[in-house]
């Protein structure tokens, strides 16, 4: 979640305000649903920390409200021109008709050097390739943490408190690899170790194993804000030094929690629901053989869904049988 701050700072009078904002599916300010809530004015500006810290405000993006219904249309920025719509005849006109008019248009802000009138064009190629050059440069996994350390070609670094890459053995014969750090994780620099990491120390003990004997990591290594689910931008970049890692580990099985995990290391589009109980064959040129691989259900969804745990059990044997087959 994200908030203005005007009070706090400033000691303006009036209520600070969150807005939480959530799309309907249509493009735009105008497809947003904002609501806003006030606060009482007797909070001591340390109480007022704690309840946005509460309620998982975790970004501050401004002195003030903007409205942007209200700001006239700037000049496009001569350095990056936007490029224009190459709709066809037919198509423009069809597409300038559902554009909606000047005043309920908001406006570009004008460009600058921290903030780019457009994103990057040719997406996150440049980015990805640096990682790779990055990633296969590293020998061991202590390494590629290093290089990790060094890279800033992934966004979620900017608003992250710290790197997290691996916890474990880099020895084991199994990889558990979740989506992206939380709160906690970014807290102490280390995965699954807030509410879903305990749920997987149990579940890790329920077949006799414990992070001595497992290797845990994700698809990003940085908090992505709020918690949100990263962006195919963000988990391409990262995945050079994912690749890179399991190249190193070289485990004997890989587990992806969660759909995400599982949509990004097993290239599937069907639910984790689906793909869980099933092995795949995970394989990449630097591997010497292919990798078994399942999903498991997230552990933070099995907290959410205890009615699950029963199946994720019997996925939990499949594991463990799967470890101790020659
Ligand atoms: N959820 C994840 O997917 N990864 C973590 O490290 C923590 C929670």
Same mark, same amino acid.
């Given at each position: 979640m994200i908030v203005f701050w005007p +009070?706090?700072?400033? !000691?303006?009078n009036g209520p600070p305000y969150t807005i939480s904002a959530s799309g309907w !599916?249509?493009? %735009? *300010? @105008? %497809?947003m649903v904002y609501s806003v809530m006030a606060l009482p004015h007797s909070m001591s500006a340390q109480e007022l920390l704690r309840w946005y810290i509460d309620a998982g405000v975790d970004e501050t993006i401004a002195d003030g409200p903007v409205n942007r219904f209200q700001e006239k249309p700037k000049a496009a920025n001569p350095a990056a021109p936007p490029a224009p719509l190459d709709l066809g005849g037919k198509k423009k006109d069809l597409a300038d008709a559902a554009a909606p008019t000047p005043s309920s248009s908001p406006s570009l802000p004008e460009a600058s050097p921290e903030m780019p009138?457009?994103?990057?064009?040719? %997406? @996150?190629n440049g980015e990805v390739t640096s990682a790779v050059h990055l990633a296969q440069s590293a020998e061991s996994v202590d390494e590629l943490r290093g290089a990790l350390e060094t890279?800033? !070609?992934?966004?979620l670094k900017k608003t992250a408190t710290k790197l997290v890459f691996t916890d474990g053995n880099? /020895? @084991?014969p199994i990889l558990f690899v979740g989506e992206g750090p939380g709160a906690e994780e970014d807290r102490q620099g280390?995965?699954? *170790?807030g509410p879903s990491g305990k749920l997987l120390d149990k579940m890790l003990a329920s077949i006799g194993l414990d992070r001595t004997g497992v290797l845990i990591s994700n698809t990003v290594f940085w908090r992505p804000p709020g918690n949100r689910t990263p962006t195919p931008q963000e988990t391409a970049i990262c995945m050079p030094f994912l690749e890179r890692l399991i190249e190193l580990v070289d485990p004997k099985i890989l587990v992806a929690l969660g759909g995400p995990a599982a949509k990004s290391l097993l290239? /599937? +589009?069907?639910s984790v629901g689906r793909l869980r109980g099933k092995w795949f064959s995970y394989s990449m040129p630097g591997l010497a053989r292919p990798i078994d691989a399942t999903a498991l259900y997230h552990p933070a969804y099995l907290l959410r869904s205890p009615g699950q745990k029963r199946v994720t059990w019997m996925d939990w044997l499949g594991i463990k049988s799967k470890l101790q087959a020659p």
């Amino acid at each position: 979640m994200i908030v203005f701050w005007p +009070t706090v700072n400033k !000691g303006v009078n009036g209520p600070p305000y969150t807005i939480s904002a959530s799309g309907w !599916g249509c493009p %735009g *300010v @105008a %497809g947003m649903v904002y609501s806003v809530m006030a606060l009482p004015h007797s909070m001591s500006a340390q109480e007022l920390l704690r309840w946005y810290i509460d309620a998982g405000v975790d970004e501050t993006i401004a002195d003030g409200p903007v409205n942007r219904f209200q700001e006239k249309p700037k000049a496009a920025n001569p350095a990056a021109p936007p490029a224009p719509l190459d709709l066809g005849g037919k198509k423009k006109d069809l597409a300038d008709a559902a554009a909606p008019t000047p005043s309920s248009s908001p406006s570009l802000p004008e460009a600058s050097p921290e903030m780019p009138l457009l994103p990057p064009q040719g %997406g @996150a190629n440049g980015e990805v390739t640096s990682a790779v050059h990055l990633a296969q440069s590293a020998e061991s996994v202590d390494e590629l943490r290093g290089a990790l350390e060094t890279f800033d !070609g992934c966004g979620l670094k900017k608003t992250a408190t710290k790197l997290v890459f691996t916890d474990g053995n880099p /020895e @084991a014969p199994i990889l558990f690899v979740g989506e992206g750090p939380g709160a906690e994780e970014d807290r102490q620099g280390l995965p699954f *170790v807030g509410p879903s990491g305990k749920l997987l120390d149990k579940m890790l003990a329920s077949i006799g194993l414990d992070r001595t004997g497992v290797l845990i990591s994700n698809t990003v290594f940085w908090r992505p804000p709020g918690n949100r689910t990263p962006t195919p931008q963000e988990t391409a970049i990262c995945m050079p030094f994912l690749e890179r890692l399991i190249e190193l580990v070289d485990p004997k099985i890989l587990v992806a929690l969660g759909g995400p995990a599982a949509k990004s290391l097993l290239a /599937e +589009t069907m639910s984790v629901g689906r793909l869980r109980g099933k092995w795949f064959s995970y394989s990449m040129p630097g591997l010497a053989r292919p990798i078994d691989a399942t999903a498991l259900y997230h552990p933070a969804y099995l907290l959410r869904s205890p009615g699950q745990k029963r199946v994720t059990w019997m996925d939990w044997l499949g594991i463990k049988s799967k470890l101790q087959a020659p």
